[in-house]
């Protein structure tokens, strides 16, 4: 049975020493004790420290049973439980950091011992604990705390202390706290519970707060399809913009404030920037009015209008609020940064009057940080050659941060060759015939010699262990080729003037001495998949026979092959590769997309892959 009066140093702060403030009679207690030694209150229990009834909330839709399997059934296993069923969010509110990418433009107000309010799952919490030396995350419902008690998917996971409490029952002394993180989306009573929270925090502190504005709380982002509120309170919208947050801070005693607009919503923030940044703002504009940006049908007209009336800053769904009487120095040089997050990394446009100044890529947390490392070292390596594809390598320097290594690039000119794509078979045939052309080029200047693998060998090849993924029986020998490789060779990340590649962007998947077909494959997938718009369609277009296509394809194949001196065979057999490394390399380094249904997708997609290779008999 567990001690309910001690709280376990397994899952302590790096001090248990640390003291706390009984919030029933304010005697100092000591972390370690876990309870008052005056009156008695709070029990630790489960991993919590408990200052409030344990059923006084339950919102959480996984059972208890079920909460020591989560971390490692949601990797191996397709997601096909009830609660996933009932709830298909779940498992992005627990692991998916790209929610948190507001991180960047305020990593400088979070040191110390740190309050996450309304902490949930924990997720924020063990984000926030790679910048901050404690973090105590608070929530009044114990359901979903018991969750972030179990969490070890962190390093830093020991840093951080589950209290069940509500903001009134808090065991912290006055400013006894350095910094105070809070969601307060969906909160009624936003002013009354920032003054509470104010108090705990020091004179130097710095308190950040996330908020609904007045078209989220009113509804009216739920009317034009960008999330799926149904609020109708406009009596309480009326503080719920810019202005009034700003007004809200100062009241409560803060000098400096900072407000930045996370765009279409707090819960799913796609664009994180600086209100006040009418460059940044244009930008994002600019952005979604791109063609194919499914944001753009719902949000284009209402952006006009506002962008052009200068009542665009009024009307931001989600706000993000930064308060400190403190001031120190930025955490990184920016001056108009927006930032977008991506699978392991955002990235962090700075816009100037001339466009995009420059390219920062951030990693999302700790565990992402190799992907950056390993992009910057292959560019060094790459670009020391002495080959011509020189030109096409993004320029970049690797500096150190509190995130870890991050690599600033230039801004790179051109057009996405998936642009020219319009479902025609001749916008088809140019964009592939331009992504192949600067491929066999490059994989012929880094290629090594061409080795014959084993039927065992190459089922090994293409194997993928932790979700039991097996080729086809494979019956001959087959000729394979190994090469550089970007590794994730998307129409989105080849750039192009004219019928030229000019750049080729985000290389944190690729690698010195990988198979040759994963490159090659990943763009005729990419390219016929975005033309006919399904994946088994698009797999059974390209192995088989079609009337509207197959000269194309069969063209890009034969050409392939032809130049790199390999069989159709091996091209083939080795399609699946160009899922397979990049599931082997997000595994590696705990991207999110193992822990979310986006692995299963990816899973899906190779197992069609084996399953249109052995219908049509090849092997």
Known sequence: MSDKTKYDRSRGTTSVSEKIECPECSTKIILDQAHCPQCGEAIFDEGILSYIPSDSQSTCPVADADIDTLFEKNRVESHEDEADKEQPDLLSEIFDVRRDLWRVLVAEHISGRCLDMYAGFGRRSMLISELANTVYAADPDRSRLKIAAKRDDYESSNKVVPIHA????????????????????????????????????????????????????????????????????TRSSSHRTAAGYRSIARSI???????????????????????????????????????????????KPLLSLANRSNALKYCYPSYLVTCTNDHVPPAFELLNPLVIPGRARSVVLDVSDQGVSKVLKVPNRDAHAPFTEREHSLLTRLQSS????????????????????????????????????????????QVLHI???WLIDFQQAFRDRKVVRSPSEVREDLRFEPSNLAPPEVTAPVVTLSTAAHGDYLTTNIYTNEDEVASVIDWEYGGMSVSSIIDAGLLLI???????????????????????YSSIINGYIQKYCDSMDIPHRTFVLYLPSAYLHRLAIDWQYDAVSTYTRRMDNRIQRINAVYRVVEEMGFS
């Open 166 to 233: 509500t903001v009134d029952r808090l065991p912290f002394e006055t400013g006894g706290l350095d910094t105070i993180v809070a969601d307060l989306t969906n909160r009624a009573n936003v002013r009354s519970e920032l003054a509470s929270l104010e108090r705990y925090l020091d004179d130097n502190g710095s308190l950040i707060f996330l908020a609904d504005g007045w078209t989220h709380t009113t509804g009216l982002t739920g009317i034009v399809g960008i999330d799926d509120s149904t609020n109708k309170n």
């Open 253 to 299: 005693g803060f000098d400096n404030v900072s407000i930045y607009a996370l765009f279409p919503t707090a819960s799913r923030p796609l664009y994180a920037f600086d209100i006040q940044s009418d460059l940044a703002v244009n930008k994002l504009i600019e952005h979604l009015f791109e063609p194919k940006n499914g944001l753009v049908n719902a949000w």
């Open 386 to 429: 002495e080959s011509g594809i020189s030109s096409a390598l993004p320029e970049g320097e690797a500096t150190g941060s509190r995130f870890g290594q991050v690599r600033t690039e230039q801004p790179i000119d051109g057009v996405p060759l998936d642009k020219r794509l319009d479902g025609s078979g001749q916008s088809l045939r």
């Open 435 to 437: 992504g192949l052309d």
């Open 526 to 548: 990419d390219a016929v998949l975005r033309t006919v718009g399904d994946f088994e369609q698009a797999i059974r277009i390209i192995l088989g026979k079609n009337e509207k």
